[in-house]
Structures are given as C-alpha cells and as structure tokens.
C-alpha cells in the first residue's frame, strides 16, 4: 500500500512539473506572437 501511495505521489510530481514546462512554453510563444503582429501592425514605430 505503501509503495502504490509513494508511486502514485512520483506520478503527480513528474505530470505536475512537465504541465509548468508546457505552460510556460505556450506563454512564450503567445508573446512572441504578440510581439509579431505588433510589430507587423506598426504600433512600435514612433
């Protein structure tokens, strides 16, 4: 019983920290796409 708890504890750790990595990469690619069409529309230019 042990081992299923402290196996099943491992589990939700390494899916946890691998949903944060592709959180974070999808943050950044939604600014890069930002940055684009911000760029690309001309708001930066002064």
């Known amino acids: 019983m042990t081992k299923k708890i402290g196996l099943m504890l491992a589990l939700t750790t390494m899916i946890g920290l691998a949903a ?8 950044k690619d939604v ?14 230019k002064k």
């Open 20 to 27: 944060c990595n592709t959180v974070n990469g999808a943050g």
């Open 31 to 44: 600014k890069s796409a930002g940055t684009a069409i911000s760029s690309a529309s001309g708001e930066n």
